[in-house]
């Protein structure tokens, strides 16, 4: 089954405590994506990775990171998470060829204490 | 600066009363606009894709339009599994960078 995967599904943390949520898709997509989602703002571009090696920052980047050294996974890096990082986060993919359909993944709801 | 703005915020509908959903939006030059659904704990999922004002796509009991200043997903006799936040997203010309998203519309539809 096609799919984009995002582990964990919930978390809570700490302020400073180092995570990672890992993305995985099945697809061979080139195109890869992370977004947040609060309320009343929409679903907002954190960073995009348009193959392996190349990541470039979206609409709000700051105290994230990524990297993307295979294909398939993508995952996101809070170095020192903060209670302003509390929210639910969707990686995404799609083929270069159909810019339209982004597959997103389940989501991971994010609390930062 | 580059907007999407939806509205209603939410909308409650008893089921087979019909209407519409609205998707305005400002931007320098539109390469695409994008509806998605997104049901509760998941993800969203794509629904339509239009290119320029005057296309329409149609599917089940949905209709997306678009102008050159705003898009309308129009919902014929809905049921209540048609219950979602419906998401509109903009993709600007000349940009890398993926979609745009409004805010979404909550949309219930009661039996």
């Known amino acids: 089954e096609a799919q984009v995967t995002q582990n964990p599904r919930y978390l809570i943390t700490v302020t400073g405590k180092k995570l990672t949520v890992t993305c995985s898709q099945n697809m061979n997509h080139e195109y890869m994506s992370w977004y947040r989602q609060d309320p009343g703002l929409g679903l907002r571009q954190i960073y995009y990775s348009m193959n392996v090696e190349v990541t470039d920052k979206g609409d709000v980047p700051e105290g994230y990171k990524v990297s993307r050294k295979e294909k398939r996974n993508f995952p996101l890096i809070l170095e020192s998470p903060s209670p302003n990082q509390t929210s639910l986060y969707f990686c995404a993919s799609r083929t270069t060829g159909q810019r339209e359909k982004l597959f997103f993944g389940s989501g991971t709801q994010l609390s930062v204490l | 600066e580059d907007q999407v703005t939806q509205s209603p915020e939410a909308l409650r509908l008893q089921e087979g009363e019909s209407s519409s959903l609205n998707c305005s939006y400002t931007v320098s030059g539109l390469r695409g606009l994008f509806w998605y659904r997104q049901d509760p704990g998941k993800g969203p999922e794509f629904l339509f894709t239009l290119y320029s004002a005057g296309e329409e796509k149609e599917k089940e009991r949905l209709k997306a339009t678009l102008t050159k200043k705003e898009s309308f997903l129009h919902i014929t006799a809905p049921k209540p599994e048609d219950s979602a936040t419906y998401l509109c997203?903009?993709?600007?010309?000349?940009?890398?960078?993926?979609?745009?998203f409004g805010s979404g519309t909550q949309l219930t539809v009661l039996p």
């Open positions: 997203a903009v993709q600007i010309s000349g940009s890398a960078r993926q979609l745009t």
